[in-house]
């Protein structure tokens, strides 16, 4: 028998766009005794996550829950839930998870269209609109914080056009939920997806979702379908008889489930539920407004310290990711050494990047709890010194400086977070 030794980790400033430090009152909430998932102390629990997702969600949607899984399990139950085979599907690419939503959908049978653009680019909306006008597909689905390139996709033009048009919008908000703003219901977004692990500071695990009584009504009538007492009307919505229902990701059983009937589905995760609860809690305790101003004040100085030390960051700002900064890797220097070091050296995580980007940028994120003064000037000070361990010619002593300049001039107090 092998008995290993009880977990001893160490500590380290994670500073990468997930998962990101989970803020300790959410790790105290988690050691909360376990609750039978039907016993009225826990769905009372239950009720108060819905609330509170449907205010960071920025909706009135009845239905706010999460899905038990990592992020991408909240866009395959939306997707697969409104996805009959041959369906239409636009998807507009601009990094890598636009590609995870393309293959979601073609798992569960659709049509994918996709467009393009260069990583480090957004679509004007009026390119997606062309392309909606083209294909005429029944769904669009698209990333809103793309955290392999570090940008934000402008979403209320694009969401207009769709309902305009009676296209269901959905939106993988994962890296921008809690972060960045985020209007559901505004931006005409029929189904919304965030992620746990990221701005709101949660450990991964489970995927917020929402949707609109657009795609509740797909749901009925798939349902009526699969009893045999479809109406006419209902079978518009269905014209396929071959669709995959996925009993997991079934929303209208998990709407049974979350909603007044409570119907046994699957055994909810009490501890993630607990934790999810606590973080919700915190964002509105802090203020939407707030939060989304506090990431984008840590995002000024760490800018500022990236910059005066020489280093260009990657892509154009005018479309950038607040809580996500690419730094393009100097010529010659070995990115992989550098973040090991950092990890080895000073317990600072950071991040590279995917596909045609890998071994080009590194990326930094600061995203909720990780999204503090200490842990910004401690990443800008190891990048320094490791970067001159491997020889890279940067302007020494700068970076800090120029950081503490924007903490300083714009707070007056070093004090705050
Ligand atoms: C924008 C975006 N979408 C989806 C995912 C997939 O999330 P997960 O790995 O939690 O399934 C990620 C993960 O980083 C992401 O950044």
């Not at 960051?313 to 990711?321: A, Y």
Request: charge should be negative; hydrophobic fraction near 40%; charged fraction near 25%.
């Amino acid at each position: 028998m092998v008995v290993f030794s009880e977990l001893h980790t160490p500590l380290r400033t994670i500073m990468t766009p997930g998962p990101v430090e989970v803020d300790p009152r959410v790790l105290r909430a988690m050691s909360t005794p376990i609750l039978g998932q039907f016993d009225p102390a826990f769905t009372t629990i239950m009720n108060e996550v819905m609330t509170m997702l449907r205010q960071v969600f920025q909706t009135k949607n009845t239905w706010a829950f999460p899905i038990d899984g990592t992020s991408r399990s909240g866009n395959e139950a939306i997707l697969c839930s409104i996805i009959e085979p041959g369906d239409r599907v636009l998807v507009p690419i601009y990094g890598r998870f636009g590609h995870l939503l393309v293959e979601i959908c073609e798992r569960y049978g659709a049509d994918v269209y996709s467009i393009e653009c260069p990583w480090g680019d957004v679509f004007d909306p009026k390119v997606v609109i062309e392309e909606i006008e083209k294909v005429s597909p029944k769904i669009v689905a698209i990333v809103h914080g793309e955290t392999s390139t570090g940008r934000l996709q402008p979403l209320e033009e694009i969401g207009r056009a769709c309902r305009e048009r009676d296209v269901l919008l959905v939106v993988d908000a994962v890296a921008s939920i809690g972060g960045v703003e985020v209007k559901t219901d505004e931006w005409f977004i029929d189904g919304m997806i965030g992620g746990t692990q990221k701005c709101l500071s949660v450990p991964s695990g489970l995927a917020p979702i929402t949707y609109n009584e657009r795609i509740e009504n797909i749901l009925y009538a798939r349902k009526k379908v699969e009893r045999g007492i479809a109406t006419e009307q209902d079978l518009n919505y269905k014209r396929s008889n071959h669709f995959i229902a996925s009993n997991y990701f079934d929303l209208s059983m998990l709407q049974d489930y979350w909603g007044p009937r409570r119907l046994n589905h699957h055994t909810e995760a009490t501890s993630m539920i607990y934790a999810l609860h606590e973080g919700l809690r915190l964002v509105l305790l802090e203020g939407l407004e707030e939060r989304f101003n506090r990431h984008q004040y840590h995002e000024r100085a760490l800018i500022a310290g990236i910059e005066a030390m020489g280093l260009k960051l990657f892509g154009d700002s005018s479309n950038k990711l607040p809580c996500v900064t690419c730094i393009e890797i100097p010529k010659g220097i070995d990115g992989e050494s550098v973040r090991k070091m950092l990890l080895e050296a000073f317990s600072i995580e950071i991040a590279s990047s995917f596909g045609p980007l890998h071994g080009k940028i590194w990326r930094i994120g600061t995203m909720g709890y990780s999204c503090r003064k200490e842990n910004v000037l401690a990443v800008l000070g190891a990048l320094e010194a490791v970067l001159i361990r491997h020889g890279v010619n940067v302007h020494r002593g700068d970076a800090i400086q120029a950081s503490l300049d924007v903490y300083m001039s714009e707070n007056q107090s070093l004090l705050k977070l």
